[in-house]
């Protein structure tokens, strides 16, 4: 399975960015995707989750702001980022756990950076 990660780069604060997330090779649909993200001297951390059923789960820093989304035609999560700020700078990976697998996999990360 791979996953490609893209939608990254430099954005101004109050701007709008989407993340994308597709996974390919080998499975049917993800049962749960997520979005991740680490800052310089930071620990990582999750930013939002969806389930197969479509629950989402958001960080409390990115609630109101930052939307998880999918689509199971193509097998890709999204990460709609409204209201970014620069605290919200990092390199943002994503999960996604296939349905019937065990564990999951982890794409590569793409740099988001909030400046003006």
């Known amino acids: 399975v791979q996953l490609q990660a893209s939608g990254g780069g430099l954005v101004q604060p109050g701007g709008s960015l989407r993340l994308s997330c597709a996974a390919s090779?080998?499975?049917?649909?993800?049962?749960?995707g997520g979005w991740y993200r680490q800052a310089p001297g930071k620990q990582r951390e999750s930013v939002a989750t969806?389930?197969?059923?479509?629950?989402?789960n958001y960080a409390a820093s990115v609630k109101g702001r930052f939307t998880i989304s999918r689509d199971n035609a193509k097998n890709t999560v999204y990460l709609q980022m409204n209201s970014v700020k620069p605290e919200d700078t990092a390199v943002y990976s994503c999960?996604?756990?296939?349905?019937?697998?065990?564990?999951?996999?982890w794409g590569q990360g793409t740099q988001v950076t909030v400046s003006s």
């Open positions: 090779g080998g499975i049917s649909r993800i049962n749960v």
């Open positions: 999960y996604v756990l296939p349905t019937g697998w065990a564990s999951g996999v």
């Open positions: 969806i389930y197969s059923g479509g629950t989402t």
